[in-house]
């Protein structure tokens, strides 16, 4: 009885085990995501201003593993909610605003000196260009000077 009762609960685990957990279904995008993607690239070509769309879009042609996470982050001194988005295994805020004056009062109040008690693996670099505000963090510094590059380049002459 022992016997039959152990074996019974082991097939009952094996078959727990084996049995499909269901997950999400993966997000596919669907059309109106895609146009509206499109909408908002051709804005940020004809009012020269960051979007995420356009953020995106730039990081992954320079060749770097960009996705979405999806969360919404603040950061002292700033009053717009920014988008956390993992770039090839680093982190990376963005605060998009309307305007580039609108960015520039905001940018005013940040301390972007590293506190040096911080770790390396923590510090901030922050990038400001045009609208955007980006506050990026990794130790890699050939990843940092290219995702630097990719966000200034479009901006060079912005203050």
């Not at 509206?36 to 356009?54: F, G, H, I, P």
């Not at 963005?94 to 109040?109: E, N």
Request: aromatic share 4%.
């Amino acid at each position: 009885m022992q016997r039959a009762r152990t074996l019974g609960i082991a097939a009952a685990l094996a078959l727990f085990a084996c049995s499909k957990h269901e997950s999400p279904p993966p997000r596919a995008p669907s059309a109106d995501s895609a146009v509206t993607a499109k909408v908002e690239e051709n804005r940020a070509a004809q009012t020269d201003e960051w979007n995420l769309a356009e953020v995106v879009k730039r990081l992954g042609e320079a060749g770097l593993v960009v996705t979405d996470s999806g969360r919404v982050v603040h950061h002292a001194g700033l009053t717009r909610p920014g988008s956390l988005l993992n770039v090839s295994a680093s982190t990376l805020e963005l605060y998009i605003y309307p305007t580039a004056a609108a960015r520039k009062q905001d940018a005013a109040k940040l301390d972007t000196m590293p506190d040096p008690g911080t770790p390396p693996a923590q510090r901030q670099r922050y990038i400001i260009s045009g609208n955007l505000i980006a506050i990026h963090v990794t130790l890699k510094e050939a990843l940092a000077e290219r995702v630097e590059n990719v966000l200034t380049a479009r901006h060079a002459g912005a203050p």
